[in-house]
């Protein structure tokens, strides 16, 4: 990437949305102490948080200070979506917003086993780096990257 001037912000300060509801704005402030509006599409938020989530991950790479990304899920929902038969898992956040992920049946129910596993301690093997799996197809799956 080439380098660029940077606005550096110190803290995010909130966020509402237009009256028309295409726009949400995010509040921040800078180090500067200056506060900044940043107006963002709505079909831009998906994509902002998948790049806030990549970047945080290469902040982790860079710092290696085990500190990565973690927010506390207040509660869940699920479904199933007909339409593409993916199993949708929402995660409701502190103050209430929602995050949506599809995932295909082969992930959910790796997530299922895991999860089985984890607090009943009777699931079948599940395919992680260094585990055996009773059912190989999984492993591709559960490969980094590919999730």
């Known amino acids: 990437m080439p380098r660029v001037s940077v606005t550096m912000i110190e803290s995010i300060a909130g966020s509402v949305v237009t009256t028309d509801g295409c726009h949400a704005v995010l509040e921040a402030r800078t180090v500067d102490g200056i506060h900044v509006a940043l107006g963002i599409p709505r079909d831009q938020i998906a994509?902002?948080?998948?790049?806030?989530?990549?970047?945080?991950a290469q902040c982790e790479r860079v710092l290696r200070s085990n500190a990565a990304f973690k927010t506390a899920v207040g509660w869940w929902d699920s479904a199933l979506d007909p339409a593409s038969g993916e199993?949708?898992?929402?995660?409701?956040?502190?103050?209430?917003?929602?995050?949506?992920?599809?995932?295909?049946?082969?992930m959910a129910k790796a997530l299922l086993t895991t999860l089985r596993d984890r607090f009943e301690g009777d699931a079948p093997d599940v395919?992680?780096?260094?585990?055996?799996?009773?059912?190989?197809?999984?492993?591709?799956?559960l490969e980094p990257g590919f999730i």
Do not use: N, Q, W
């Open 47 to 56: 994509p902002l948080i998948d790049h806030c989530a990549y970047a945080d």
């Open 87 to 106: 199993f949708v898992l929402k995660l409701t956040f502190g103050r209430g917003g929602t995050l949506s992920f599809g995932l295909s049946e082969h």
């Open 127 to 141: 395919v992680f780096k260094d585990r055996t799996c009773a059912d190989s197809s999984m492993e591709e799956a």
